[in-house]
């Protein structure tokens, strides 16, 4: 392995060097700024000015010490797989040409080495982060055990990443902004008026800990209620196994009424459930 794909981290290095066979020479050269776009897929949205400048000052002074990798456009010119960040400050620098590894990738690989790139240098923030994760299982190439492997994060941390999306957007654009830790938002995740919790959180500057501690006890209760007795549980498989179809036994919050609910799989079980019931 190189000494750029050692930079870049394991995942991402093993990913770029298996994409072609060409001779490092080839596949080096400078390119002119003008010519390199974007990747539209890139996870990363926020880039904070205040860091590009620092950025563009140390190109200034020392120039471009590592690579930006790049890939031939459809369009034309070349498009960014890794380094887009280096190429926004070389802008900002007034640089005209850039050192490029240019590979070539198909657009998952792409949309994979951006992600894991990013991850690996803790450049996303949260939703960006959950909103990659997401993008790539939706593709029949990735599990959560493929993806666990490629980023180096654990299959538990992904879902509970994923998870952060199941928040309305107002309280994602907190986090976004900064105004809310992930500890906070996970606080928040499947509670009532949950966007009301947040902009408390965000007045009266509540530790994770308070936040955690004020949600506790309905997420207890809602565990609770979520929880079946194991009376109520040996009913169901007894009912179960005398009617041949699967029920279900709910009480209300009084526990002295409730519902009965038999599950059917076509309509001849439906059928067979209404002559019963007839007689």
Known sequence: MNQENKKLGMGLGALLSSTNNKSENKDFKKINISEIVANPNQPRKNFKKNELDELANSIRSQ?????????????????????????????????????????????????????????????????????????????????????????????????????????????????????LSMGHARA?????????????????????RQVEKNTANYKKRKIKKNRKDANILDLEKELSEKIGLKTSIHFNEEGSSGSLTLFYSDLDQLDSIMKRLKK
């Open 188 to 208: 928040l995740i499947g509670i009532p008026n949950a966007l009301e919790a947040a902009k408390d959180i965000i007045n009266k500057k509540l530790s994770v």
């Open 63 to 179: 120039g471009v010490l590592q690579p930006i990798v790049v890939r031939k456009s459809q369009e034309s010119g070349y498009e960014i797989v890794a380094g887009e960040r280096r190429w926004r400050a070389a802008q900002i620098a007034g640089i005209h040409e850039i050192p490029a590894l240019i590979k070539e990738m198909s657009n998952d690989q792409v949309q994979e080495a951006a992600l894991i790139e990013n991850i690996q240098r803790e450049n996303l923030n949260a939703v960006e982060e959950a909103q990659a994760y997401k993008k790539i299982l939706k593709k029949k190439e990735f599990d959560y055990s493929s993806l666990s492997k490629s980023t180096g994060k654990s299959k538990s941390h992904i879902s509970n990443m994923i998870r952060l999306l199941e928040l309305e957007k107002s309280i994602l654009d907190f986090i976004v902004e900064g105004k």
